[in-house]
């Protein structure tokens, strides 16, 4: 080794220091040899580990990792550049691995430098100011990776690292070991640089107790078990960590060992390490650093001074003096000197320092400290303002109470069950905090409690609160944000004027309100110049500085849920009655179901389309309640306008008779949903005079007629944007009676387009051609091509298309082409439906092909109970859900067919028919007929105009209804036959060569006769028997008797009614006798459920 080499080595293998600076780092070890040497470079490990070096050592110490000095040359070794060992100077040997620390400047030392700390003495085994019982005496007054450390002796002399010295490391702490010295140690303290972070502002949390030494061995308060029951509670990156027993002993003073204590894991103690003990019940508390205890931070509070006893700032006087401005359950809290300076809980005095109980000093000497919290993620958050509650006096349960259950049930919906704060005035509007009063209960959970008895002879004043709500409650209905004024002067943001400068878009009473400036700052009562925040009134700033703000409304959940807009409507005009009344009461009256009695809003433009908030006029009355009204005598010498009025109107009117959703056209070029088109497109499923009407986007998105780019929004309209972005949907709210029970007509075609210039098909000329077969006020209107085809495909344009007026194609229109030929059909309301209506019939299952509920087969299965022309068809499913002809797969929907649905997905469909008047007067039944046997002939035949041959007198020559059986009594729709005819206008006839094989049975037939020829030659009624016992016998030979000479031997027909007057046709087992040779019998059938009427009888004789 050469003596340059050596002599290097010999300076450099000590630590080089130019002053008595003791600030020394940890250990790094950043390379090994085992390439070309060892370099624990500065400027590699400055990159390596940011922040724990200073950029300037003033010294440089290396030992082998092992903790040995070495005899190795370097070719670098000095603070400003490192340490370089390389092998090839090594003289065939390799270089050890090497650690190296470094000595820091004041500078870079005191830039996070804790206290001195002197926990130990040197008497015993040395002085031990290790970091782990350094954090344990003096909680969160040392972070957990200290970044350097400095010792002296207690009267200041510095202490550098030696071998006397078996510890001295920031991350260890420092040791003396009396042993290892030729005296005692001296008496040492040590104070460590940490990182900048742990310096920064910081917050302490709540204290956390999650274990007892009674299970698991011990008491365990680990960091990630606190961070799972507790989410969002403690910080995920402690900066400090203290522990107490619950009884609140500091952890040092418990005897107890630590099996870990620091804030990165937490806290742990096991009985087992307890020299026979157990270790004591632990909570803990962390600090926390600057980025987690500022995501939800409050103003600073000084709301005490440190004359008399100290400083009280603790947080129920806070809630009370700051209201809507801290949480109640805060998640942290600092604590400084009104001049800035930190303040830890360990400050001398301190007896409170816990975010849920606040702060307190007792010392006469306290300085003025100021506090503030951290609170949950959630107070932060959007929140909003409701209205005051008043809701009890002092006068009454010794004092005035508004607790928060009390409220919730006396208005429900108007206050969150989570208020995120509370604010007590007296009624004439003094804050809680200047009245004098004591209070029992101030805080958003509970709410509010002022008891007499405390008031020490006085009584409570008459308290209204208010609460501060979260952004989950404030936002379930809220409306868009308001700007409508501007600060010059001062910032008006009242509700009345927001309710006329946006129509429609805001409640006339709602529950909560929140402002911000426009540019997004939240915005709370308690700001300067604000006179008015509340949102029945909205919010007033008076202040010439104001800002310029910008509020938004919570609404009840009504006021967002479905809803429409009616019509307009204008009663009154401004040149009687001095001014222009549109009130509610007033239009009510006037247009009866029309309007919603509760309306949610309500819009006011001339009778011109100009709104009322451009008039200039001032109004008497503008909100949704009351309505509309204008007053000359206001107007400054000039005269009101003519107005009209509309209103949106909630779900449980709009939905009493709501359509279906229309989107019949596209985005492209303006979407026109105009209820004329709409009346062509989906016909029979609107009505013609709609009193409301709903849009929205085809996403679901409700859209007012403040919309940007519409031009048409009324129910007798429909609605137009010519903006060609966004498609939309409309559906409308009918009058009552559109929704009520509906039948549909048959076709009629009275026109045809090579007459008159066109085809019309006007219901006053049809009503007249077919007298009895439409009502005269249809519901709705459906066009077809005589072929089949719907009119809206046809390309012709309409001139008249609705129910009121009728059909109108003019050929002069087409633009040099005709009309096609049309026919129409129409629904009727339930009043014209049900003037004569057979029962509901449900023959057919829609297993299979479908349900097949056409009318040939339901004269056949339910013989005299059906018409053989009924002028009218309902259907419903078998639940009773309406079906219109447009439904899926429905192939034949016509009361002259019946009806047929084809798809295999069918639903299981009923039908009735309506029927002439004819059909439901009184009727009677005739006796049997066979006059055929399908021996002879080739079948069956009982034809009409046979019977009517062989039967003169006995049968109607125009029978309503006609039924068949065989011979034996089977009825005709059991045997498995076909029928060639089976109607009142011919008969019946069975042809054998039908059968598939078979024959026909022999049958019977008995016909239904109107009231004309049931008239003729009458009987009285007759009523021989009462229903007890076996049932009612009305029978001829028993009549023949009780009434003898009133009744033919041989009548022709019978008529069957209970004795109220019920008509009674023969179907079911339970008649066994209906003929008028033998009369009629009821049977009661006690195990079905039957049981007789009382029955009258009356026979038509020759």
């Known amino acids: ?29 950043n390379d090994d040899p085992n390439d070309d040497g060892d370099y624990e470079l500065l400027s590699d490990l400055l990159n390596m580990y940011p922040g724990e070096i200073c950029p300037i050592p003033i010294g440089i110490e290396a030992q082998t990792v092992s903790g040995q000095s070495s005899s190795n040359a370097f070719q670098v070794y000095n603070p400003n550049i490192g340490l370089s060992c390389v092998n090839a100077d090594q003289g065939g040997q390799i270089c050890p691995d090497y650690k190296v620390r470094f000595t820091c400047p004041e500078t870079w030392c005191s830039k996070c430098r804790t206290p001195w700390f002197d ?123 203290e522990a107490q027993t619950t009884s609140g002993l500091p952890a040092s003073q418990t005897g107890n060992i630590f099996q870990v204590y620091n804030p990165t894991i937490g806290f742990s103690c096991i009985n087992s390490n307890q020299k026979g003990g157990f270790c004591a019940d632990y909570k803990v508390r962390f600090t926390c650093p600057e980025d987690w205890c500022s995501t939800c931070r409050t103003p600073w509070f000084d709301q005490d001074d440190p004359i008399g006893p100290g ?134 959970t509970t709410g509010f409690s002022c ?82 925040y509340d949102p029945l009134q909205g919010f007033v700033c008076v202040n010439g500085a104001c800002l310029d703000y910008r509020v938004r409304f919570t609404c009840p959940a009504s006021f967002c849920g479905t809803k429409c807009v009616t019509k307009w409507f204008d009663s009154d005009n401004p040149n009687t009655n001095g001014g222009d009344s549109e009130l509610l009461t007033t239009l009510l009256g006037l247009y009866p179901g029309y309007i919603c009695p509760n309306p949610l809003g309500i819009e006011a433009q001339t009778t011109s389309g100009l709104p009322a908030s451009q008039t200039g006029n001032v109004f008497q009355v503008y909100n949704p309640t009351i309505g509309f009204s204008c007053i000359n005598a206001n107007q400054g010498g000039g005269g009101c306008y003519d107005y009209k009025v509309r209103f949106t109107c909630p779900e449980d009117w709009c939905s009493k008779c709501r359509t279906p959703w229309f989107d019949r056209d596209n985005p492209q070029g303006g979407d026109y949903e105009t209820l004329p088109l709409i009346l062509i497109t989906y016909p029979l499923q609107v009505c013609a005079q709609p009193i409301a009407i709903e849009v929205t986007t085809i996403t679901g998105t409700p859209v007012l007629p403040s919309g940007s780019g519409i031009t048409v929004y009324d129910p007798v309209q429909g609605f137009v944007c010519v903006n060609g972005a966004i498609d939309y949907r409309v559906r409308f709210t009918c009058p009552a009676s559109f929704c009520g029970t509906k039948c549909v007509t048959k076709w009629f075609d009275s026109d045809n387009p090579n007459t008159n210039g066109g085809d019309s098909e006007l ?107 009924p002028i009218a068809i309902e259907v419903t499913t078998i639940t009773g859900t309406p079906v219109l002809p447009s439904g899926s797969g429905i192939t034949v929907y016509d009361p002259l067919q019946g009806f047929v649905c084809v798809n295999g997905a069918c639903p299981d469909y009923r039908v009735r028919f309506t029927c002439p008047s004819s059909f439901c007067g009184t009727k009677c039944v005739t006796r049997w007929f066979d006059s055929d046997n399908p021996d002879t002939n080739g079948g069956d035949s009982e034809l009409l105009t046979t019977l009517l041959g062989l039967y003169p007198g006995d049968i109607c020559p125009n029978p309503l209804g006609i039924e068949a059986q065989t011979t034996s009594g089977l009825s005709a729709s059991q045997t498995g036959n076909v029928f060639q005819v089976y109607n009142t206008t011919i008969g019946f006839s069975c042809v054998n060569a039908n059968q598939g094989g078979g024959i026909c049975a022999d049958y019977k037939v008995r016909f239904t006769c109107p009231e004309d020829w049931c008239s003729n030659c009458r009987t009285p009624w007759f009523d021989r028997d009462d229903p007890t016992g076996p049932g009612d016998d009305e029978t001829l ?15 022709i027909a019978i008529e069957v009614s209970t004795i109220t007057g019920t008509p009674v046709l023969p179907s079911g087992s339970q008649f066994p006798v209906y003929d008028p040779l033998q009369g009629f019998e009821c049977k009661n059938e006690p195990q079905s459920g039957w049981i007789c009427q009382d029955y009258k009888v009356r026979y038509k004789c020759p």
Do not use: H
């Open 1 to 29: 080794m050469s003596s340059k080499v050596f002599a290097t080595w010999l300076v450099l293998a000590t630590i080089i220091t130019l002053s008595t600076q003791s600030c020394i780092t940890q250990w790094f070890d």
């Open 119 to 241: 926990r130990d003495d040197p008497g015993g085994v040395g002085d031990y100011e290790t970091l782990p019982s350094t954090l344990v005496t003096y909680p969160l007054q040392v972070c957990a990776q200290p970044i350097a450390i400095e010792v002296t002796t207690i009267t200041e002399t510095p202490v550098l690292p030696g071998s006397q010295f078996p510890v001295y490391d920031p991350t260890q702490g420092f040791a003396c070991k009396n042993a290892q010295q030729n005296g005692w140690c001296q008496d040492y303290k040590v104070r460590f640089t940490c990182p900048v972070s742990f310096c920064a502002p910081t917050c302490v949390t709540r204290w956390f107790d999650s274990d007892n030494p009674n299970t698991n061995g011990g008491d365990s308060e680990l960091l990630t078990t606190l961070l799972g029951l507790y989410p969002g509670y403690i910080c995920p990156n402690p900066l400090g960590i």
């Open 311 to 444: 400083d009280d700032e603790t947080l129920p006087s806070i809630l009370i003096a700051y209201p809507l401005q801290v949480c109640a359950q805060p998640i942290a809290i600092e604590v400084t000197t009104i001049t800035g300076t930190p303040v830890l809980p360990s400050g001398s005095g301190i007896t409170v320092y816990d975010p849920l109980q606040g702060f307190v000093c007792v010392n006469v000497a306290c300085p003025d400290y100021r506090v503030r919290f951290t609170c949950p993620a959630s107070f932060c958050g959007t929140k909003c303002v409701t209205r005051w509650f008043d809701s009890d006096n002092p006068d009454t349960n010794g004092g005035d109470s508004e607790l928060l259950t009390t409220l919730l049930g006396l208005y429900p919906g108007y206050i969150c069950p989570n208020p995120l704060g509370i604010e007590a005035q007296t009624t004439s509007g003094l804050p809680a905090s200047q009245t004098g009063n004591i209070f029992q209960v101030y805080n958003p």
């Open 451 to 532: 008891v007499n008895a405390n008031q020490g002879g006085g009584i409570c004043a008459d308290y209204k609160v208010r609460f501060t709500c979260p952004e989950t409650w404030c936002s379930k209905c809220r409306t868009p944000w308001f700007d409508r004024d501007n600060p010059q002067g001062g910032d008006y943001e009242t509700l009345p004027l927001i309710l006329i400068a946006y129509p429609l878009q805001v409640c006339a009473q709602p529950i909560a309100i929140e402002v911000t400036t426009i540019t997004g700052t939240p915005v709370l009562p308690s700001g300067s110049g604000i006179t008015v």
């Open 763 to 869: 219901l006053t000329t049809l009503l007249s051609l077919y007298p009895g077969y439409i009502c005269p006020n249809p519901l709705g209107i459906e066009a077809q091509t005589t072929s089949g085809l719907p009119a809206s495909l046809t390309g012709n344009v309409f001139q008249v298309y609705n129910p009121t007026i009728g059909f109108s194609c003019v050929n002069a229109n087409q633009g040099g082409a005709f009309c096609a030929d049309y026919k129409v059909r129409f629904t009727c309301p339930e009043d014209w439906c049900s003037k004569c209506r057979t029962p509901w019939f449900d023959r057919d299952d829609p297993t299979g092909p479908g349900d097949d509920e056409k009318l040939l087969l339901i004269l056949i299965t339910y013989p005299l109970q059906v018409c053989a022309q």
């Open 1037 to 1051: 030979s028993l009549t023949l008797i009780a009434y003898p000479l009133q009744v033919c031997a041989q009548p």
